[in-house]
C-alpha cells in the first residue's frame, strides 16, 4: 500500500498527465526455506531454527497484507490417520512459531497436506517430512 501511494504521488507529478490508470501488483520473493521434522514429531529443531528466523526477517520487510501459506508433509511411513494429525500439527508449530516469536504481520494459514511430496526418492524417507512455503494469490 505504501508503495502504491508513492508510485502514483511520482505520476502526479508529471506535467501534462490528466489520468493515471494502472494496476500495482506487488509479487512478494518466493520463500525457499524448507524446514524438516524428526521422525513422528511436530516439534521444531533447533537445527530449523535459523530458517524460521531468516523468514521472520523477510517477513518483516514485506506488505502486512500478504497471506503465507504453510504446507506441511509427510514420509511413507505410519498411519493415514496419524500422518492427518502429524501434518496439522506440523504447519501449525511452524504457524504458531511466527506470530509468538516472530511476531509477523501477516495472516499465516497452516495446510496439513497428508500425502507425501512427489519429488521424494524411497531411499531418503525423511525428506518428506517437511514444510514449504507459498504465497496465495
Same mark, same amino acid.
Given at each position: 500500500k505504501v508503495e502504491e501511494k508513492y508510485i502514483k504521488s511520482q505520476f502526479s507529478m508529471v506535467d501534462g498527465l490528466e489520468k493515471l490508470d494502472f494496476d500495482i501488483k506487488i509479487v512478494?520473493? !518466493?520463500? =525457499? @526455506?524448507? %524446514?524438516h521434522f524428526d521422525l513422528n514429531s511436530s516439534? %521444531? *529443531?533447533?537445527n530449523q531454527e535459523y530458517k *524460521? %528466523? =531468516?523468514i521472520i526477517n523477510l517477513l518483516h520487510r514485506l506488505d502486512e497484507d500478504l497471506v503465507l501459506e504453510i504446507y506441511a508433509f509427510r514420509d511413507f511411513r505410519g498411519t493415514i490417520e496419524r500422518n492427518e494429525t502429524l501434518v496439522s500439527e506440523r504447519a501449525k508449530a511452524i504457524m504458531n512459531y511466527l506470530k509468538v516469536k516472530g511476531n509477523v504481520p501477516?495472516?499465516?494459514?497452516? %495446510? /496439513?497436506? =497428508? @500425502?507425501?511430496?512427489k519429488e521424494i526418492e524411497d531411499e531418503y524417507p525423511e525428506q /518428506?517430512? !517437511?514444510a514449504v512455503f507459498k504465497w496465495k494469490n
Open positions: 512478494p520473493p !518466493k520463500i =525457499n @526455506e524448507v %524446514i516439534l %521444531i *529443531l533447533t *524460521l %528466523i =531468516n501477516q495472516k499465516l494459514v497452516d %495446510i /496439513g497436506k =497428508n @500425502e507425501v511430496p /518428506g517430512r !517437511k
